[in-house]
Nanobody, 124 residues
Framework: VQLQASGGGLVQAGGSLRLSCAVSGRTVDNYGMGWFRQAPGREREFVASISRNSDDTAYAASVKGRFTISKDNAKNTVYLQMNSLKPEDAAVYYC??????????????????WGQGTQVTVSS
């Protein structure tokens, strides 16, 4: 399976971005999917996840209410809509395929396929 993340860029604080993760080699409804982020000097951290059947989602406390994860099975793509962006949201964002079917998986080791990352920069 290959994951290709895109949609990052420079945005002002309070603005919005939508990240996309195009999946090939496997359909996005085989396993749960997630988004993580990593800022310079920090560990990769969980952002959001969605279950195999899209019937459950989970979010980090820091993004809940501002970010929305979704999937389009027809396009085999996972999205992360990010609203009300803050400077502390700046990071490289990675999409990943879970080892499991549900959404409640928050650790890097819960995921075994990763995209290359897309940079999000938020100016204050």
């Amino acid at each position: 399976v290959q994951l290709q993340a895109s949609g990052g860029g420079l945005v002002q604080a309070g603005g919005s971005l939508r990240l996309s993760c195009a999946v090939s080699g496997r359909t996005v409804d085989n396993y749960g999917m997630g988004w993580f982020r990593q800022a310079p000097g920090r560990e990769r951290e969980f952002v959001a996840s969605i279950s195999r059947n899209s019937d459950d989602t989970a979010y980090a406390a820091s993004v809940k209410g501002r970010f929305t994860i979704s999937k389009d099975n027809a396009k085999n793509t996972v999205y992360l809509q990010m609203n009300s962006l803050k400077p502390e949201d700046a990071a490289v964002y990675y999409c990943a395929e879970s080892r499991s079917f549900g959404a409640n998986y928050f650790l890097v080791n819960d995921y075994d396929a990763w995209g290359q990352g897309t940079q999000v920069t938020v100016s204050s």
